[in-house]
């Protein structure tokens, strides 16, 4: 499909990848394990983390969903919060809506912030966001690349590293776009059905095109 359209005011030279996949598909694994490249990695999902602990963002959301979902610290435990918005259920579709409504805003502003920091001799801005293309964030991006992986895989991955059952990544995988739709979206994918330096060679290489690209070097649309 046709590049995505970035709305972004950074240095025109330094192209703005977003990274998609399923839930625990390894995005951030297999950008992490790239060394020949600068990267300027935007981790939003990080930055949602984080706003989670600010007193702003938790009265906010102490006021749609009630106290109940403070910890004994007064700490918003994210596992309660997940519980009111993860899920097919009517009740979960609205509160994950009225999350996201506060939450998304926020995420976006320092988005934008970082893109505007980043050193000017980084080969590319990464954007690695779960919700990328269903917050909006996508016109923010010169290029998405999907990362495809197996569900067997992202299934032992989420239990071995969140403690997550099959349910729960379902769960969740539930509340965001469908995988099919995110690859048609993509204007690269990469296959992360072998070994770790499969993929890491295949985005590696992705990026290395998208970087010419972007300087001016021609322009090769397709998937590894």
């Not at 972004?8 to 977003?18: A, E, F, R």
């Not at 990695?41 to 969903?65: M, N, P, Q, W, Y």
């Not at 435990?77 to 009517?90: D, H, M, N």
């Not at 890491?200 to 290395?208: F, I, K």
Request: with cysteine.
């Amino acid at each position: 499909m046709p590049p995505v359209q970035s709305s972004h005011t950074h240095c025109s030279l330094i192209p703005v990848v977003g990274i998609v996949g399923g839930v625990g598909a390894g995005k951030s694994s297999v950008v992490r394990r790239i060394t020949t490249l600068k990267l300027f990695v935007i981790d939003a999902d990080r930055i949602g983390h984080e706003l989670l602990l600010t007193s702003d963002i938790r009265a906010k959301l102490c006021h749609v969903f009630g106290e109940e979902i403070l910890d004994e610290a007064g700490v918003i435990a994210r596992e309660r919060l997940a519980a009111k918005v993860f899920g097919a259920s009517e009740p979960q579709i609205s509160n994950r809506i009225r999350l996201n409504e506060i939450l998304h805003p926020a995420i976006r502003e320092e988005i934008y912030r970082l893109i505007k920091l980043a050193p000017q001799d980084a080969d590319a801005i990464i954007l690695d966001a779960a919700l990328l293309l269903e917050a909006g964030w996508a016109d923010e991006c010169d290029v998405i690349i999907f990362i495809d992986t197996p569900l067997e895989v992202r299934q032992q991955r989420v239990a071995a590293n969140r403690g997550w059952s099959a349910e729960e990544l379902q769960r969740r995988e539930a509340s965001q776009w469908s995988l099919s739709k995110k690859r048609q979206l993509a204007r690269f994918i990469v296959d992360n059905a072998g070994s770790p330096q499969s993929a890491v060679n295949q985005l590696t290489s992705v990026l290395e095109k998208t970087i010419l690209e972007h300087r001016g070097v021609g322009r090769q649309a397709g998937s590894v």
